[in-house]
């Protein structure tokens, strides 16, 4: 298991699998990276070998699964790491505003501005910046991202100067950029300019030797008295889908935390999905947790596409059809859940 709990500053141990250093600084929840799949363990050490260079990086994955903590990792490893790491969500702000956020605009460019504004280049500069949800930039403004990496300068909205900055730009996304690409949803031209070194990090059903490591270090994020979760309920948390991926799981454990009151997380600690599921997940014989999940259900089984959409109905229900509240729930984004509203016919109050 790799689990190097050192800080990133000269000095700190290393962890032996991929040489990183671990514990990653600069986020609101716990990001240390807890690993034990096999999956993860390989990837790990592409992680490391990528922090090493200046080059961009996409790293692709669900939503949930860990993408920010990733790239908050390569640059703990980096030559950058004393500079700033600034994060921004593509798809959180309407094009007009992004553009403003990433390259800052000059005083009266347009109604509001009664102030001139850095960008998050700007901000970034001689560190990273991290575009999350790239894939969901606005295609005008994909042509200015491109030629900010090409060129190193960067205008604010409002000025005709450029100016020079010097930032490493890792993005991430859940879609594939290719695809997007081909649909004319992104240019060709920044997409090849993106892809010198593409990290995918697996959804957490295809990696359940983590979930039990990551329970236990979320309870210790939430100084939870035992840190101990009992057999019925690993296996519940071994048997469910996780469609939120790592967040669900981090929510999930915030949640036995708070109702098990100092004592060990039961399944009656558990989220309602987790501690009475209607559909229990089936798992291949061939599966290496499988002695610890739940037998195969006798009736019909849902596809993942049902099962997100039973829990956003069931979260959106609890949180009164408000989807500013369901979306922290979830622990996604409004714009990303108002596009899962769309997909499945779903209705705000």
Known sequence: MSNCEAPFESGGQLCKLCRGKQLVGGARFCSRLVVKSPQMQALLPKMATVAN?????????????????????????????????????????????????????????FTGANVARKGLFETADGGTLFLDEIAEMPLSLQAKLLRALQDGEIRRVGESQPFQVDVRLL???????????????????????????????????????DIPVLATMFLEHEKHATCRITPRA????????????????????????????????????????????????????????????????????????????????????????????AARILGIGRTTLWRKMKEYGLAEA
């Open 171 to 209: 993005c991430a996304t859940h879609q594939h950029l290719q695809n997007a690409v081909r649909d004319g949803r992104f240019r060709e031209d920044l997409y090849f300019r993106l892809k010198v070194f593409t990290l995918v990090v697996p959804p957490l059903r295809e990696r359940r030797e």
């Open 53 to 109: 260079t200046d080059a961009s990086v996409v790293i692709r994955g669900e939503s949930g699964s860990g993408k920010e903590v990733i790239a908050r990792a390569i640059h703990a490893n980096s030559e950058r790491r004393n500079k700033p790491f600034v994060a921004v969500n593509c798809a959180a702000l309407p094009s007009e505003l992004l553009e403003s956020e990433l390259f800052g605009h000059a005083r009266g460019a």
């Open 234 to 325: 690993l296996k519940s948390l071994l048997g469910y889908p996780w469609p939120g991926n790592v967040r669900e799981l981090s929510n999930a454990m915030k949640h036995g935390a708070v109702l098990s009151m100092g004592g060990d997380v039961d399944l009656e600690h558990l989220p309602e999905e987790l501690s009475s599921p209607s559909v229990p997940l089936p798992v291949p014989p061939s599966a290496p947790l499988a002695a610890l999940l739940p037998s195969p259900p006798s009736g019909a089984l849902e596809s993942l596409a049902q099962v997100e959409q039973r829990h956003i109905t069931d979260v959106l229900r609890a949180c009164g059809g408000k989807s500013s509240d």
